[in-house]
């Protein structure tokens, strides 16, 4: 019947809005079956504070599980049935490969005190792949340097100019150096726009460590010629690259989880897709017109400039007509991850920051539903681990009032229970296998679906088997990490604090033991004395919450021992944490930077020059959110 549904709903012919209400449909009826049995256990004796504050902090945890437990089932169903997404967005395809290109595409890459041998490795490989396309003349490539390091900038240069001259002219490659760094980001590509926007019809957005092949950005920008009132086509970036243990893990369960993730977003998203700041196309007419950010009220951090300017830019878009599509069938698109713990929650403090300042826009005029959905959903991604947390010391509460006969927690005349040790365990074990299964179940899908690719090949099977089982584990233990990193930026931002916007993060950096006691010694004192107060009145309730207080124990040795090379060589002489899909294409751009990163970068002197060339200046109006 669900399959049914989702087959007759893909339709074009069918009104996309319909997706929307049926996944809500789902997520809200499960949550209402949820609540309903969660409120009759927690409550059957009686209801105090201390047990209302549980149920809503449980149900607000579960709401947000549920809507990735439903949206992977349906990405399973589409997988399934092999539906194509540029076809399940009513999107016209024809002769998509043959017919020539009509349009003028750039390729930006905006960069600020990026390792330029790495920036330039990656661009290398996308302008290279792009150059064996029988369109490449219909592309040119900007690097926008926002560098303000003196050291950085002579090289910085030189390496444009020389992989300049590698392409022979089959791509035009300009070097742009702006003094001032005004808007960070989104001022770099605004600045872009209002220059040399004029002079194309698209533009495709590259972070410093992205990297697409020349057939996907033939397919997009063909796929934008085709379709007059697509004013954004976001592909699903798969990591790539990784030499620590922490990167590999994240760049396996990116591709063994994302497909599932992004095909049940395709579907209910339809044309109200999002937009994630990088390896996207976009209409540049449509980008100036009505992306031109303004300042939110307030102050930093949760007013001023924003931040996660991508989400603002999606949201503008739809306001002014256009259409936004994620395509999770494109293949070729790669991003680079960071290589430790340390690097990817300086990334995830700069993000959090700015998914709270969406919080205004939920409530904002003339923002399309879809797109107040995607601003709620990225700052629950930051809050739903303090609800969690909160839920966690809300419980500890409950059950030391319960061990100890105190009613330090509850107003005294609605203490009603029994022995919860003895009369209360059996009932709970209820709602937490329903959120065990919510959480676990889309990871069994998607290692369903894997091993379903991988049928021809039998030995493969088992390792992918254990490299899910392994990297599970390292999730449960990486949970209470990020739990605890995430509240405290919240309350940092809370109390004044704001997040500094810096070049990407390091990586393949091995990290020592004192720099990382330095950002974890206090999450790891603090779990022990949790656990000691837990583990003295309730041993039972202890051994509930063992694995969450493995991870925040460890979490020292986990984040220096996940960047040490030789932890990568055991799990790599075993075979694990490969790419369950086999990906050749990956394989080949990862040949083909580690070639262009070890040649030697002389100075060249090309007849193309990387000068900007002359400007076509156009306004790109500033727009009213609040």
């Known amino acids: 019947m669900l399959s049914l ?8 012919s069918n009104s996309i809005s319909w997706r929307t209400i049926f996944f809500f449909t789902l997520v809200s009826v499960t949550n209402v079956a ?61 002769n998509i490969v043959s017919t020539p290109l009509a349009s003028r595409t750039a390729l930006i890459m905006p960069v600020r005190n990026e390792d330029p041998e790495k920036t330039m490795t990656y661009l290398a490989a996308t302008l290279h792949s792009l150059a064996l396309t029988h369109s490449s003349s219909s592309f040119d490539a900007y690097l926008l340097s926002d560098t303000n390091e003196r050291n950085i900038l002579p090289l910085e240069k030189d390496l444009c100019e020389k992989l300049n001259y590698e392409l022979e002219g089959n791509i035009q490659l300009y070097y742009r150096h702006r003094e001032v760094n005004t808007g960070h980001k989104s001022g770099n590509i605004a600045d872009f726009c209002q220059r040399w926007g004029k002079n194309y019809d698209f533009m495709v957005v590259l972070d410093s460590d992205s990297i697409m092949e020349g057939a996907t950005l033939v397919e997009l920008a063909s796929l934008m010629e085709l379709n007059s ?60 017109e009505a992306c031109g950010l303004p300042h939110l009220p307030g102050e930093l951090p949760f007013g001023g ?40 929650v300086k990334r995830e403090r700069r993000w959090a920051q700015g998914s709270l300042q969406h919080l205004q826009l939920v409530v904002a005029k003339n923002i399309h539903f879809m797109n107040r959905i995607h601003f709620l959903m990225g700052a629950m991604g930051y809050l739903s681990s303090v609800l969690w947390l909160c839920l966690l010391i809300a419980s500890t509460g409950y059950i030391l009032s319960l061990e100890t006969d105190s009613t330090f927690f509850f107003l005294k005349p ?60 390292f999730a449960i233990l ?19 604090a704001t997040a500094r916007w810096e070049p990407s993060e390091e990586r393949e950096v091995e990290i020592t033991w004192k720099r990382a006691f330095e950002s974890t010694g206090f999450i790891s004192i603090s779990c022990l004395m949790w656990a000691s107060v837990i583990l003295w009145f309730s041993p039972t309730f202890f051994l509930w919450m063992l694995p969450i207080f493995i991870g925040l124990t460890l979490s020292n040795p ?69």
């Open 5 to 12: 549904f989702i087959f007759n709903s893909c339709h074009p």
């Open 34 to 94: 949820f609540f309903y049995l969660t409120g009759r256990i927690l409550f059957s004796d009686g209801i105090t504070p201390l047990e209302i504050v549980i149920f809503l902090l449980f149900s607000l945890t579960f709401s947000w599980i549920s809507i990735s437990f439903w949206n992977a089932i349906i990405g399973f169903v589409l997988l399934l049935l092999n539906v194509n997404s540029a076809s399940l967005q009513g999107l016209k395809t024809t």
């Open 229 to 288: 009132k697509a004013g954004l086509i976001q592909t699903v970036p798969t990591p790539i690259n990784q030499t620590t243990l922490f990167g590999r893990i994240l760049q396996f369960s990116s591709a063994l989880y994302s497909p599932l993730t992004s095909w049940g977003q395709s579907f209910w998203y339809a044309n109200n897709a999002n937009y994630w700041g990088h390896n996207a196309i976009i209409r540049v007419s449509a980008f100036t």
């Open 305 to 344: 400039e924003i931040l996660s300017h991508d989400f603002v830019e999606a949201s503008l878009l739809k306001r002014a007509g256009w259409n936004l599509f994620l395509l999770p069938h494109l293949k070729g698109t790669y991003e680079m991850v960071p290589g430790d713990i340390l690097s990817y």
């Open 414 to 473: 609605y203490l009603f229970h029994n022995d919860f040790i003895n009369t209360s365990w059996k009932p709970t074990i209820s709602p937490l296998l329903i959120t065990g299964c919510v959480l676990f179940l889309p990871k069994m899908l998607s290692l369903t679906v894997s091993v379903f690719q991988a049928r021809n090949s039998i030995k493969k099977i088992p390792l992918l088997m254990l490299s899910t089982f392994l990297e599970n584990i």
């Open 478 to 496: 990486l949970s209470p990490i990020l739990m605890f990193y995430h509240t405290l930026f919240i309350f940092g931002f809370v109390s004044g």
């Open 558 to 626: 986990i984040i220096c021992l996940t960047t040490k090379p030789s932890m990568l060589q055991l799990f790599e002489s075993f075979k694990l944490f490969s790419d369950p899909r086999g990906n050749k294409s990956a394989t080949m751009i990862e040949t083909l930077t580690d070639s262009w990163k070890h040649q030697n970068h002389l100075q060249y002197n090309s007849k193309y020059s990387i000068e900007p060339p002359l400007e076509n200046p156009t306004a790109m109006p500033t727009q009213k959110l609040t």
